[in-house]
């Protein structure tokens, strides 16, 4: 870790797994249903918050990464910060598991983690484009550690919407900081980076939903709200929609 | 202060609409909005916490929960069940044609229904955002020939209907002057606004609107009012 762009990968198989949210079984079958067959599995983020099984979900996610850095990819999602740590329920967990003096280690770690990845041709994201973002490689150079993030630009890859019925970068009811990103720009930030689509979470769903044509997938594979948790399967050229 | 989508004995009480629902649903039988399972932000009162909301460092006013305060002042009013009528198809679109014995080169179908009067644009108002999450990309049709004068708000008796306790029971209000598109608030509580391309501009009684803006409800509905 260190590096808020990660190196691209071409895989022949790949699993994309969106917010779990500490539910811990969802990552529990991943390692064990999908693990095996992938060359490549991507976390993108959320792993805390909104349950109280935070700690063991990360820990179990960060074990895989640590037997096989190759094959485990964690981004970083909103909920990785100081920002929402406090109100949703993680820090509590940590104080009450570990004690609060242990919250500091954690928001180390999330201060340093990636943002995104190119897999296949696919933008792996937590949340998706920020304005003022042209080029794919400009994620590189953005600051790390960075606490919540503070950067505009890497708080806006963590916190953005899309909506294909804008244009452009719309302020977003989630608070100062954050948009709504419409089809026309993200249109041309696919094709002005070659790309295919955007793969992220962050929007809760009933474990998927396309936007602006498909070329927008938000996957959500948390418990906490009630509907299904949804992973993506890419094998070759075939995207699978798959609930666990 | 009260919690929101939070349980108390065998029902749960809607984010959104302010609906009561048995233990077991995970989603409001009323309005389709996804239970709020957290508790409530310190500095945000009964917000809706399925979305992360940010807690600025300098907050823009607090949102009023209008609900107590417009049942106090509404104190004798029959309660009304929501009930998201406006959310459908438009009334004009289920057109009957009986089949022709055999096809007549000189018939022209029509492709709007005989009531619209011609010339004049339609439009339609499409969910941005809103608490409801199911309520997101789907559009209300604003008829102006059916409905002069288009009320939003959260009651159920107004044109369009917006499941959101932010919004005001009677919060605004769109007419046709011509053609001219005009938005009105109705002195809600928290606001109505239209986006001028950088920020939301609040809106003090009368404006125009071209179509294609976009609109916000209090701070959690934005809206698109789109013309065909």
Redesign the interface.
């Known amino acids: 870790m260190g590096r808020p762009l990660l190196e691209s990968r071409n895989v022949g198989r790949a699993v994309f797994v969106g917010d779990t949210h500490t539910a811990v079984d969802v990552t529990q079958t991943v390692l064990d249903k999908y693990y095996e067959d992938a060359e490549l599995v991507v976390f993108l983020g959320d792993y805390v918050d909104?349950g109280n099984t935070g700690v063991e979900n990360l820990g179990l996610i960060a074990s895989m990464f640590l037997e096989d850095p190759r094959r485990v990819i964690m981004l970083r999602g909103?909920?990785e910060s100081p920002?929402?740590n406090p109100?949703?329920?993680f820090l509590d967990e940590v104080t009450e598991k570990l004690g609060v003096a242990s919250y500091g280690g954690f928001k180390e770690f999330f201060q340093a983690m990636p943002y995104a990845v190119v897999v296949n041709d696919y933008l792996c994201v937590h949340a998706g484009i920020a304005a003022s973002l042209d080029d794919v490689s400009e994620i590189a150079a953005l600051p790390l550690p960075d606490l919540n993030p503070d950067n505009p630009v890497a708080f806006q890859l963590l916190?953005n919407?899309p909506?294909?019925?804008?244009e452009?970068f719309?302020?977003?009811?989630?608070?100062?900081?954050?948009f709504?990103y419409g089809s026309d720009v993200t249109q041309r930030f696919l094709q002005d980076n070659s790309l295919k689509g955007i793969i992220r979470g962050h929007?809760?769903v009933d474990g998927f939903r396309e936007d602006m044509d498909g070329k927008v997938i938000t996957v959500f594979s948390s418990r906490?709200?009630?509907?299904s948790a949804g992973i993506l399967v890419l094998d070759h050229e075939k995207m699978e929609q798959v609930r666990i | 202060m009260r919690l929101k989508g939070r349980s108390h004995g065998s029902t749960w009480t809607c984010s959104a609409c302010g609906a009561e629902n048995d233990e077991a649903l995970q989603v409001c039988s009323s309005c389709g909005g996804d239970r709020a399972g957290d508790l409530a932000l310190p500095q945000s009162p009964e917000s809706d916490t399925f979305e992360d909301k940010l807690l600025l460092p300098e907050p823009s006013p607090e949102p009023v929960d209008i609900e107590e305060e417009e049942k106090e002042a509404e104190r004798g009013e029959p309660e009304v069940p929501f009930q998201p009528s406006t959310i459908i198809s438009s009334p004009l679109s289920a057109i009957e044609t009986t089949p022709l014995p055999a096809p007549d080169p000189t018939f022209q179908p029509t492709p709007e229904p005989a009531s619209q009067p011609m010339g004049e644009g339609r439009y339609y108002l499409v969910f941005v955002n809103t608490p409801a999450h199911s309520l997101v990309k789907s559009k209300v049709p604003i008829e102006f020939d059916v409905f002069p004068v288009i009320t939003i708000g959260r009651s159920p008796e107004n044109v369009v209907v917006v499941p959101d306790q932010e919004v005001s029971r009677k919060h605004a209000e769109l007419t046709a002057e011509g053609s001219k598109l005009v938005l009105k608030d109705l002195k809600s509580k928290n606001g109505t606004f239209v986006y001028d391309g950088k920020k939301f501009e609040q809106v003090t009684g009368s404006v125009e609107v071209k179509p294609n803006t976009i609109l916000k409800f209090g701070t959690g509905t934005i809206v698109r009012l789109v013309s065909e």
């Not at chain 1, 909506?163 to 804008?166: A, F, N, S, Y």
């Not at chain 1, 719309?170 to 954050?178: H, K, M, Q």
Request: proline content about 3%.
């Open positions: 909104r909103n909920h920002l929402t109100y949703y329920g916190w919407d909506r294909d019925m804008i452009g719309v302020p977003s009811v989630r608070g100062e900081g954050a709504y929007e809760v906490y709200h009630g509907a």
